[in-house]
T-cell receptor, first 112, second 111 residues
Framework: NAGVTQTPKFQVLKTGQSMTLQCAQD?????MSWYRQDPGMGLRLIHY???????DQGEVPNGYNVSRSTTEDFPLRLLSAAPSQTSVYFC???????????FGQGTRLTVV | GQNIDQPTEMTATEGAIVQINCTYQ??????LFWYQQHAGEAPTFLSY????GLEEKGRFSSFLSRSKGYSYLLLKELQMKDSASYLC????????????FGDGTTLTVKP
């Protein structure tokens, strides 16, 4: 019963590097989202998806790309890492927009 | 857009009752979530309100007034393990997959 799995758990990048944060869920949920959480703050929505092949921007999409080729996977790509992207990233999934979201354990990203 | 306000910090005593408020101003509304987040962990779901009134779930209750743009989370019989951040999130009225979170309220329960 894995739920939502994020990899890696920790990552250090140099400014300008690119990388992909992986997110997979095994609950057959249609809705998936990526959030970032900075110290002492709530979650800010980066991108979200309401089904395979459908993605949309959230509050803070700049510098990030997503795709949703399958129901299970929703990877987040950092195109050219910047120190401002140092944060904790959470992936979440839900059956619908009106049901509880299940979160992955987070990826702690540091950009130096 | 959405604007969500919660107190930054609250302190309460073990065994007591605490109420955490959340006010919102939104361009559209389709429900309000409460999540609990322990330090260094992922958020976990507590409640969802879409209609006015009180939803009770064990020691936790959540209230919504859509006309006032107001919700609260009520925690009874506080335990030390309730020390955590409590996040209020408003579901967008037009984009079904979109929820906006407040900055959270950090609750400290003291013996």
């Amino acid at each position: 019963n894995a739920g939502v799995t994020q990899t890696p758990k920790f990552q250090v990048l140099k400014t300008g590097q690119s990388m992909t944060l992986q997110c997979a869920q095994d609950m057959n949920h249609e809705y998936m989202s990526w959030y970032r959480q900075d110290p002492g703050m709530g979650l800010r929505l980066i991108h979200y998806s309401v089904g395979a092949g459908i993605t949309d921007q959230g509050e803070v999409p700049n510098g990030y790309n997503v795709s949703r080729s399958t129901t299970e996977d929703f990877p987040l790509r950092l195109l050219s890492a910047a120190p401002s992207q140092t944060s904790v990233y959470f992936c979440a999934s839900s059956r619908t927009g009106a049901t509880e979201a299940f979160f992955g354990q987070g990826t702690r990203l540091t950009v130096v | 857009g959405q604007n969500i306000d919660q107190p930054t910090e609250m302190t309460a005593t073990e065994g007591a009752i605490v109420q955490i408020n959340c006010t919102y101003q939104t361009s559209g509304f389709n429900g309000l979530f409460w999540y609990q987040q322990h330090a260094g962990e992922a958020p976990t779901f507590l409640s969802y309100n879409v209609l006015d009134g009180l939803e009770e779930k064990g020691r936790f209750s959540s209230f919504l007034s859509r006309s006032k743009g107001y919700s609260y989370l009520l925690l009874k019989e506080l335990q030390m393990k309730d020390s955590a951040s409590y996040l209020c999130a408003v579901r967008d009225g037009t984009n079904a997959g979109k929820s906006t979170f407040g900055d959270g309220t950090t609750l400290t329960v003291k013996p």
